[in-house]
């Protein structure tokens, strides 16, 4: 590698599937900067109150609202699992960092891997009761010669703050700076909590090194959407707002505006740096029957338990955790092979256009295939190409909802859909155009490539 590559990648520990990234990235030969980001209960002092029999349920669409010391161990009986907002704040970051250390290193990389403190989230999706303890989740994995590093203790003396950078020698750097790379390659797989205006501002600075962003996240506005829809004690969100972007709607929809600043497919270099940015929508993942099918999936696409011992430990005590089995689907390691394929120019990345609307309340992250632009022209949706996005969506909102009325399992989501439907009309977007809509083909041994209109 010629130039000296940087991986920015916005993380967190909920679920391992940002850990296949993060291995993924290691071997590609670039440093990589991995921000941890927070749930938002480490920063609430008060549960919101009880709402149609929920506690802690906020208006439809906006997650919940409790305390750190609300969340219970499946222990019998249970206890708290954290003492408070802080307490919560070091366990998290010392399995982060921990996590973070031991998968990079032991997928033998050849760049550094940097790990700073990231913000909080401002929704809490999963209500109090459905939601995972990650500590509790992984504990059993650091045995042996993986222990636990105390960094909130060993290097902070205490809670560390937002904005400080660790090297994996558990030492804390100032010297950290985006300016040092050539290239710059970002993911979009967590949180944009830790998005200030200070980091709109250093992106701002290098956006001329900026060579690709890569978006997991967003559903196709044309199809049924997949993902999961509220759920009475469960979930509150819209179908159409992925995870990611949900976690901190502000700040999604501010890095949107900074990567349209930029936009590759509106402007030329005349105008001032640009970069591209691709979307992998939740649509294009595909969901793996079991546990045997994704430990298949991972042997097949280079992560063997025999080369990646501890990212395994870490897969397998997240899918025999007690909290209700998660889909077994690896979304960020799709979006960290499209990301390595464009930095290490393996394949080319010729995919059909998008525009992705967003907004800033409610994470929604809506992906409408288009047939591109022309002439570098900024080719803006008036309001009535936005009016029928929403009425295109709407319309694949009623075929899920008829879909889920006859399904009891699923009909508890008819009540959360129909609000969806209710409010999706009167939504406030904004635009990004012309993303590259990546798409892989749907096998699930091993991962390629899909560069059709289809």
Same mark, same amino acid.
């Given at each position: 590698?010629?130039?000296?590559?940087?991986?920015?990648?916005? $993380?967190?520990? !909920?679920?391992?599937? $940002?850990?296949? /990234?993060?291995?993924?990235?290691?071997?590609?030969?670039?440093?990589?900067?991995?921000?941890?980001?927070?749930?938002?209960?480490?920063?609430?002092?008060?549960?919101?109150?009880?709402?149609?029999?929920? #506690?802690?349920?906020?208006?439809s669409g906006l997650g919940y609202q409790y305390p750190a010391q609300d969340l219970l161990t499946k222990n019998t009986p249970p206890v708290s699992a954290f003492a408070n907002g802080d307490d919560a704040h070091?366990?998290?970051?010392?399995?982060?960092?921990?996590?973070?250390? @031991?998968?990079?290193?032991?997928?033998?990389?050849?760049?550094?891997?940097?790990?700073?403190?990231?913000?909080?989230?401002?929704?809490?999706?999963?209500?109090?009761?459905?939601?995972?303890?990650?500590?509790?989740? @992984?504990?059993?994995?650091?045995?042996?010669?993986?222990?636990?590093?105390?960094?909130?203790?060993?290097?902070?003396?205490?809670?560390? /703050?937002?904005? /400080?950078?660790?090297?994996?020698?558990?030492?804390?750097?100032?010297?950290?700076?985006?300016?040092?790379?050539?290239?710059?390659?970002?993911?979009?797989?967590?949180?944009?909590?830790?998005?200030?205006?200070?980091?709109?501002?250093?992106?701002?600075?290098?956006?001329?090194?900026?060579?690709?962003?890569?978006?997991?996240?967003?559903?196709?506005?044309?199809?049924?959407?997949?993902?999961?829809?509220?759920?009475?004690?469960?979930?509150?969100?819209?179908?159409?707002?992925?995870?990611?972007?949900?976690?901190?709607?502000?700040?999604?929809?501010?890095?949107?505006?900074?990567?349209?600043?930029?936009?590759?497919?509106?402007?030329?270099?005349?105008?001032?740096?640009?970069?591209?940015?691709?979307?992998?929508?939740?649509? #294009?993942?595909?969901?793996?029957?079991?546990?045997?099918?994704?430990?298949?999936?991972?042997?097949?696409?280079?992560?063997?338990?025999?080369?990646?011992?501890?990212?395994?430990?870490?897969?397998?005590?997240?899918?025999?955790?007690?909290?209700?089995?998660?889909?077994?689907?690896?979304?960020?390691?799709?979006?960290?092979?499209?990301?390595?394929?464009?930095l290490t120019g393996t394949a080319p990345m010729t995919f059909p256009p998008a525009d992705v609307y967003y907004d800033a309340k409610y994470g929604v992250t809506l992906v409408m295939p288009t047939r591109g @632009?022309?002439?570098?022209?900024?080719?803006?949706?008036?309001?009535?190409?936005?009016?029928s996005v929403l009425k295109t969506f709407g319309e694949k909102l009623d075929e899920k909802i008829a879909f889920a009325k006859g399904i009891p399992p699923l009909s508890k989501a008819v009540p959360g859909l129909?609000?969806?439907?209710?409010?999706?009309?009167?939504?406030?977007?904004?635009?990004?155009?012309?993303?590259?809509?990546?798409?892989?083909?749907? $096998?699930?041994?091993?991962?390629?490539?899909?560069? !059709?209109?289809?």
């Amino acid at each position: 590698m010629d130039q000296k590559c940087l991986i920015i990648s916005t $993380g967190d520990v !909920s679920d391992v599937d $940002g850990f296949y /990234a993060l291995a993924e990235y290691a071997k590609s030969g670039a440093d990589c900067l991995f921000i941890m980001n927070y749930p938002a209960y480490v920063d609430v002092k008060t549960p919101a109150p009880m709402k149609n029999g929920e #506690s802690g349920l906020l208006a439809s669409g906006l997650g919940y609202q409790y305390p750190a010391q609300d969340l219970l161990t499946k222990n019998t009986p249970p206890v708290s699992a954290f003492a408070n907002g802080d307490d919560a704040h070091k366990k998290l970051t010392n399995f982060a960092y921990s996590m973070a250390k @031991y998968v990079w290193e032991e997928a033998k990389p050849r760049g550094e891997l940097f790990f700073e403190i990231g913000g909080t989230n401002s929704v809490n999706p999963f209500s109090a009761k459905a939601i995972k303890i990650e500590p509790k989740v @992984y504990g059993d994995a650091f045995k042996n010669s993986k222990t636990l590093i105390d960094i909130s203790m060993d290097t902070c003396g205490g809670k560390c /703050a937002q904005g /400080a950078v660790f090297t994996t020698s558990q030492k804390q750097t100032k010297d950290f700076s985006l300016n040092s790379y050539d290239e710059i390659y970002m993911d979009f797989c967590g949180s944009m909590a830790f998005l200030t205006n200070q980091w709109l501002g250093h992106l701002e600075t290098a956006s001329g090194k900026i060579k690709g962003v890569f978006v997991m996240g967003g559903v196709l506005a044309n199809v049924v959407p997949e993902t999961l829809s509220a759920m009475p004690d469960v979930l509150n969100r819209f179908s159409c707002a992925t995870m990611n972007q949900l976690y901190h709607p502000e700040n999604s929809a501010k890095f949107f505006d900074f990567c349209e600043k930029h936009n590759s497919s509106l402007m030329d270099a005349q105008h001032g740096p640009t970069f591209p940015v691709y979307v992998i929508t939740n649509n #294009s993942v595909p969901a793996l029957k079991d546990v045997e099918e994704l430990e298949s999936f991972l042997d097949n696409n280079g992560l063997t338990e025999e080369a990646h011992p501890f990212l395994r430990t870490l897969e397998q005590k997240y899918y025999s955790s007690p909290y209700a089995p998660p889909k077994k689907q690896a979304f960020d390691f799709y979006a960290a092979k499209a990301l390595t394929t464009a930095l290490t120019g393996t394949a080319p990345m010729t995919f059909p256009p998008a525009d992705v609307y967003y907004d800033a309340k409610y994470g929604v992250t809506l992906v409408m295939p288009t047939r591109g @632009y022309s002439n570098n022209t900024r080719n803006k949706p008036d309001a009535n190409k936005m009016m029928s996005v929403l009425k295109t969506f709407g319309e694949k909102l009623d075929e899920k909802i008829a879909f889920a009325k006859g399904i009891p399992p699923l009909s508890k989501a008819v009540p959360g859909l129909e609000k969806e439907k209710e409010t999706v009309p009167g939504l406030t977007l904004r635009v990004y155009h012309g993303a590259l809509n990546v798409k892989y083909s749907r $096998g699930t041994e091993q991962i390629t490539w899909n560069t !059709s209109n289809a």
